[in-house]
T-cell receptor, first 114, second 115 residues
Framework: NAGVMQNPRHLVRRRGQEARLRCSPMKGHSHVYWYRQLPEEGLKFMVYLQKENIIDESGMPKERFSAEFPKEGPSILRIQQVVRGDSAAYFC????????????FGDGTRLSIL | GENVEQHPSTLSVQEGDSAVIKCTYSDSASNYFPWYKQELGKRPQLIIDIRSNVGEKKDQRIAVTLNKTAKHFSLHITETQPEDSAVYFCAASRPGAGGYNKLIFGAGTRLAVHP
């Protein structure tokens, strides 16, 4: 039973480019969460999605960041016009249902901005 | 909003000793408290969790206690081994829109177990 799959594992972008991070939840999970982790820091909630719906995006920066979870395919976290401060590890987690169910994490995407 | 404080930030123990990590939370409506272990460059792994209707939970060498009145919870690792060395994160969550739980993480504790 495959776990949460994220790709790419490492992504390098130049300032001003776009970054697309993908996340496929565990089989049977329909709830996806994105977190950002800066070096030597904890994880910060960004957004929570169910299929085709954004439930809570209170942790997302107001500009340049967007997320989707289409009916078919993985969840996508998109960062437009990247800046150096976007360099971080981005983790996706999934859960079977929403209410207090364990969240299982993927291996993350380490984004580096040149 | 919810705030989670975690102490200590670093912890060094000898192999075989016990390790205790403590967290406090601010939102009295929080009802789910997981603990994650993260090794360098790897994913956070859920090691144990507890819900607000339970005061203590144990799984082999790991135990978690919850004091709802004081709004704090702790991770206890007994008979530590070098492979327990990692960063440990506590988290708290409360029901949100649609009944889901958004995790708010502590800043982490770097545990080093010396042979």
């Amino acid at each position: 039973n495959a776990g949460v799959m994220q790709n790419p594992r490492h992504l390098v972008r130049r300032r001003g480019q776009e970054a697309r991070l993908r996340c496929s939840p565990m089989k049977g999970h329909s709830h996806v969460y994105w977190y950002r982790q800066l070096p030597e820091e904890g994880l910060k909630f960004m957004v929570y999605l169910q299929k085709e719906n954004i439930i809570d995006e209170s942790g997302m920066p107001k500009e340049r960041f967007s997320a989707e979870f289409p009916k078919e395919g993985p969840s996508i976290l998109r960062i437009q016009q990247v800046v150096r401060g976007d360099s971080a590890a981005y983790f996706c987690a999934s859960s079977k249902t929403g209410g207090g169910q364990p969240q299982h994490f993927g291996d993350g995407t380490r984004l580096s901005i040149l | 909003g919810e705030n989670v404080e975690q102490h200590p930030s670093t912890l060094s123990v000898q192999e075989g000793d016990s390790a205790v990590i403590k967290c406090t939370y601010s939102d009295s409506a929080s009802n789910y408290f997981p603990w994650y272990k993260q090794e360098l460059g790897k994913r956070p792994q859920l090691i144990i969790d507890i819900r607000s209707n339970v005061g203590e939970k144990k799984d082999q060498r790991i135990a978690v206690t919850l004091n709802k009145t004081a709004k704090h919870f702790s991770l206890h690792i007994t008979e530590t081994q070098p492979e327990d060395s990692a960063v440990y994160f506590c988290a708290a969550s409360r029901p949100g829109a649609g009944g889901y739980n958004k995790l708010i993480f502590g800043a982490g504790t770097r545990l080093a177990v010396h042979p």
